[in-house]
């Protein structure tokens, strides 16, 4: 028996003309129906790279920036899921700023997800008749969230790729020397990219149980998978090791020490399904392929229960449902998360295709309607988002030519030093179980002039409005920055000045500009108006001989663009 024998010849269809290949593109045989589904998958992917353009850009997605921009620093603490730094290292040495740069970066995720297409297309021929592999291809290009997330500028779509490629391994190859260092390889750096490949560890162990009930010689092959494993786990140690000899001594143990926290996160922490509202909107935005592998799952178990001589054969494209069951206890199944999880799931979509005996014509209208369905998606990613952000970071750029610490959600400003820690929901979490004022603690220690109100949680802290921030860290971000262009605030005080002192206090320590029409005396010293003065921390006492409202501005920052900012958000949902 060959590899898996679930091929067009074993599984005939009674539907010839769909397999029939009349016309020669590129070399190769092709029916109209291969040629038409293959438009669509075009379609599609020629819209997803033209969406990368024009797409608003996740905050994680500059978080995945600011990653590589700490590492060309020296500044990197973190051992773990670091594959990118290395990979996409060249990407900041590109002109243009940070959405440049994280724009050129999706455009190898959406080559890396070409790769995906291929490879799923590849296995799902082993099983049904190219057309339906095909539709499976379609069938993943065209569920909603993977068309909007699967080019996203962080680790999921490379680490799809190289889970696929273990897949296909297993399924397709003769299991030769090459194919199974190709495997180590591809788990050594899947870990490397991202530690949820271990999601796939149920699938990629029934695909192992079956090559190895069908071998000729299992104890031999056995023995060659335990040293595929056993080299893909040195071969991700010694890169692990290697990326952790860069960093600060004791790192590597902490980071060992909070997979065990991050794995009490991620898995259960929220109960069970714990994403249900965003498996409704995604099963909406991708009705059509869901309902496919839902269909191509059923097909499946009822060719198991009435078809016994293909009942492990069967079992194996069952299996490709595995990685879904993930979604009843992982707590990041954000949208982004399918483009990772869905490849293998695809196949069932072709599948339950196959099994319904679609003809060309149901074939065709499918087709037509999911690039429907995807055109009107990419209607909704139009928006002004992209612009808010791209304005804020040149007037960044504009008011501080030279990098600076500073606060926000999420490295927006990749190429300076960002002072706190990713505010993220996961985030926010870790920074409630702490309870420490950690805003205030780094304004101790560093002198960060700068602050992007990028965040709800910040934003409320800085307009007095309830936040899940800590008191002190709310009071300290309100007393220290006033706006300045935009979302972006600067070190600084507004204050309403009589002839009584007036007592306030400083956690920025820098050059300040007084602006005010009166003089002032601080701490009895008397100031003139546009005066640039020294502040440290401390408290200090001001007076004016008039009632005035003054303000101090961090002196360093140029005034901004002449223009008006955009009034939008620069985050929004996924």
């Known amino acids: 028996m060959s590899v898996?024998?679930?091929?067009?010849?074993?599984?005939?269809?009674?539907?010839?003309?769909?397999?029939?290949?009349?016309?020669?593109?590129?070399?190769?045989?092709?029916?109209?129906?291969?040629?038409?589904?293959?438009f669509f998958i075009t379609l599609i992917l020629v819209l997803q790279l033209y969406l990368q353009f024009i797409q608003k850009i996740n905050w994680d997605e500059f978080f995945y920036l600011s990653h590589i921009y700490e590492a060309q620093s020296g500044t990197l603490?973190?051992?773990?899921?670091?594959?990118?730094?290395?990979?996409?290292?060249?990407?900041?040495?590109?002109?243009?700023?940070?959405?440049?740069?994280?724009?050129?970066?999706?455009?190898?995720?959406?080559?890396?997800?070409?790769?995906?297409?291929?490879?799923?297309?590849?296995?799902?021929?082993?099983?049904?008749?190219?057309?339906?592999?095909?539709?499976?291809?379609?069938?993943?290009?065209?569920?909603?969230?993977?068309?909007?997330?699967?080019?996203?500028?962080r680790a999921d779509p490379i680490a799809a790729l190289c889970m696929i490629y273990t897949?296909?391994?297993?399924?397709?190859?003769?299991?030769?020397?090459?194919?199974?260092?190709?495997?180590?390889?591809?788990?050594?750096?899947?870990?490397?990219?991202?530690?949820?490949?271990?999601?796939?560890?149920?699938?990629?162990?029934?695909?192992?149980?079956?090559?190895?009930?069908?071998?000729?010689?299992?104890?031999?092959?056995?023995?060659?998978?335990?040293?595929?494993?056993?080299?893909?786990?040195?071969?991700?140690?010694?890169?692990?090791?290697?990326?952790?000899?860069?960093?600060?001594?004791?790192e590597t143990a902490d980071s060992a020490a909070s997979l065990t926290a991050t794995a009490e996160t991620v898995f259960l922490s929220s109960g069970l399904f714990p994403r249900l509202e965003v498996m409704k909107t995604g099963f909406i935005t991708g009705f059509i392929p869901s309902i496919f592998i839902l269909l191509g799952c059923v097909m499946a178990i009822v060719s198991m229960a009435t078809d016994p001589a293909k009942r492990k054969e069967t079992c194996v494209i069952l299996s490709m449902a595995l990685p879904l069951l993930t979604f009843v206890f992982y707590r990041n199944a954000y949208p982004y998360f399918y483009a990772f999880i869905l490849p293998p799931a695809a196949i069932?979509?072709?599948?339950?295709?196959?099994?319904?005996?679609?003809?060309?014509?149901?074939?065709?209208?499918?087709?037509?309607?999911?690039?429907?369905?995807?055109?009107?998606?990419?209607?909704?990613?139009?928006?002004?988002?992209?612009d808010v952000q791209s304005e804020t970071l040149s007037a960044v750029h504009e008011i501080f030519p030279q990098p600076v610490p500073y606060f926000d959600r999420n490295g927006m400003v990749a190429s300076f030093p960002k002072a706190g820690q990713f505010m993220s929901s996961w985030g926010l979490r870790n920074y409630k179980l702490a309870a420490e004022p950690f805003f205030q603690n780094e304004m101790q220690k560093k002198t960060i002039p700068l602050l992007i109100d990028n965040s709800p949680v910040i934003s409320a802290a800085l307009r007095g409005k309830p936040s899940p921030l800590l008191r002190e860290d709310a009071a300290a971000l309100?007393?220290?920055?006033?706006?300045?262009?935009?979302?972006?605030?600067?070190?600084?005080?507004?204050?309403?000045?009589?002839?009584?002192?007036?007592?306030?206090?400083?956690?920025?320590?820098?050059?300040?500009?007084?602006?005010?029409?009166?003089?002032?005396?601080?701490?009895?010293?008397?100031?003139?108006?546009?005066?640039?003065i020294t502040l440290k921390r401390g408290d200090y006492t001001l007076r004016s001989a008039a009632p005035q409202d003054i303000t101090l501005r961090w002196a360093a920052a140029q005034p901004g663009p002449a223009q008006k900012a955009l009034t939008g958000p620069i985050f929004g949902a996924f």
């Open 348 to 386: 069932l979509a072709g599948y339950g295709a196959f099994r319904l005996k679609l003809s060309t014509l149901g074939l065709m209208a499918l087709g037509v309607l999911m690039s429907a369905n995807i055109a009107l998606l990419h209607m909704t990613r139009l928006d002004e988002m992209r």
């Open 478 to 532: 309100r007393a220290n920055y006033i706006p300045h262009w935009g979302h972006i605030w600067v070190a600084g005080k507004r204050l309403s000045l009589g002839v009584e002192p007036s007592v306030f206090s400083v956690l920025v320590p820098g050059e300040y500009r007084l602006e005010n029409k009166n003089n002032v005396w601080l701490n009895g010293k008397r100031l003139i108006p546009g005066e640039v």
């Open 4 to 38: 898996v024998d679930i091929s067009a010849n074993s599984l005939k269809t009674d539907r010839r003309n769909l397999t029939d290949a009349p016309y020669s593109v590129l070399g190769m045989k092709l029916s109209a129906l291969e040629i038409g589904l293959c």
């Open 167 to 250: 897949i296909y391994v297993f399924t397709v190859t003769d299991l030769k020397n090459k194919d199974l260092a190709g495997l180590a390889i591809a788990l050594a750096l899947g870990a490397f990219i991202t530690i949820k490949i271990i999601l796939f560890a149920p699938l990629l162990a029934v695909l192992a149980s079956y090559r190895l009930i069908i071998s000729s010689c299992p104890k031999r092959l056995f023995l060659r998978f335990s040293f595929t494993v056993m080299a893909a786990a040195m071969f991700f140690a010694a890169l692990l090791w290697g990326h952790a000899s860069t960093l600060i001594p004791g």
């Open 77 to 153: 603490d973190k051992a773990l899921q670091m594959a990118h730094i290395y990979l996409f290292g060249w990407v900041t040495y590109i002109p243009g700023g940070e959405m440049v740069q994280i724009t050129v970066g999706r455009l190898f995720m959406w080559a890396a997800q070409i790769g995906t297409l291929i490879l799923i297309f590849k296995i799902a021929v082993k099983y049904i008749p190219r057309p339906y592999a095909l539709f499976a291809v379609l069938s993943f290009i065209g569920f909603g969230f993977v068309y909007i997330h699967g080019t996203s500028f």
